[in-house]
């Protein structure tokens, strides 16, 4: 499980395209709030979600295994009963990293998905960790220990 500072910058680095697997077209939803907030910083998101055609200007999928394009990373706003069964399709669609939100806890897909060979991340939220280990957050409130007044150099992201 990946947890520690180096590694969820690389996952962040590495994995550009993002499966959001649940993501509201409601404005006020944290799935929205986030997969806005990667799409403003660079990243190709592909909603994941029965209920709409499009969330965000991006088409909307109903499961992972219709979207017709390579996926980096399945990021997972679902209960956590529900996620075992998208750790298969994430392993079918061939993606690198299974990624689950802030709350979703399920200790059985993670092992189940590392087992797969897939880079797992649990109980963060990849918009915070991205603007914690990036330079996004600063002094209102959050010493984190990793801010700095100085902006990181991202490879290729110039």
Request: net charge neutral; glycine share 6%.
């Amino acid at each position: 499980m990946i947890d520690d500072i180096d590694r969820l910058r690389r996952v962040l680095l590495e994995n550009r395209s993002i499966a959001v697997v649940g993501l509201s077209a409601n404005w006020h939803r944290p799935s929205y709030f986030a997969a806005k907030y990667m799409l403003e910083h660079g990243y190709t998101v592909i909603p994941v979600n029965p209920a709409y055609q499009e969330v965000l200007g991006q088409k909307c999928y109903p499961s992972l295994r219709e979207i017709p394009v390579p996926v980096d990373m399945v990021d997972v706003f679902r209960k956590p009963e529900d996620v075992e069964p998208l750790v298969d399709e994430a392993v079918a669609i061939g993606a690198k990293c299974f990624w689950m939100q802030l709350g979703v806890i399920n200790e059985a897909a993670a092992r189940r998905a590392e087992a797969a060979g897939l880079q797992v991340v649990m109980d963060r939220c990849v918009k915070i960790e991205y603007a914690r280990l990036f330079g996004g957050l600063n002094w209102a409130g959050v010493n984190t220990g990793v801010i700095s007044a100085r902006r990181p150099v991202l490879p290729g992201l110039r």
